[in-house]
């Protein structure tokens, strides 16, 4: 019996060194595995509003920041920007960096020619622009005038917030 116990303790020890090195080794694994923890903000608008109370169409095209910058163009109705068979834009002065806020308006074939129209934004309760756009001519459908308007440097206002275009 004396053999049988000795051996019997051996197992009992090895057992023991064994569970010992499994529970450094997940110790090792923890403690080495580095944990990243990254918050993300989200800002959301509550309502916006086209209206074109017209035969024109609109795309809102969203918010972003100016990468060049470049001056006025249809911001008099005495020099609107016209609709023409390849896109153009109309803009209000836009500062690189800053924020621009961004409309396709596209014609169609029913919009009366030579008609003017002023494309008005309203971020909150602060109003950019107008713009002016005209029909052509002979207006087709699909032509488009990207207008733009610089909105400042500041951020987006906090959420929630509103904003609205109008073509008229």
Do not use: E
């Amino acid at each position: 019996m004396g053999k049988a116990v000795r051996h019997i303790r051996l197992i009992k020890s090895a057992g023991w060194l064994v569970a010992a090195k499994v529970c450094l080794a997940v110790l090792a694994l923890v403690f080495a595995a580095s944990i990243t923890i990254t918050s993300n903000t989200y800002q959301a608008q509550v309502g916006s509003a086209v209206n074109v109370t017209n035969v024109l169409r609109a795309t809102d095209k969203g918010f972003s920041i100016a990468t060049s910058g470049s001056n006025g163009n249809g911001t008099s109705c005495s020099a609107p920007v016209i609709f023409s068979s390849s896109p153009v834009v109309a803009n209000t002065n836009i500062t690189a960096g800053d924020f621009v806020y961004d409309i396709q308006v596209n014609s169609t074939s029913s919009a009366q020619p030579n008609k003017t129209f002023t494309v008005n934004f309203v971020l909150d309760s602060t109003q950019y622009g107008p713009l002016c756009i005209q029909t052509p001519s002979s207006p087709i459908n699909g032509q488009m005038i990207d207008c733009k308007f610089d909105i400042g440097t500041n951020s987006l206002p906090f959420s929630p917030y509103s904003f609205s275009v109008r073509i008229q």
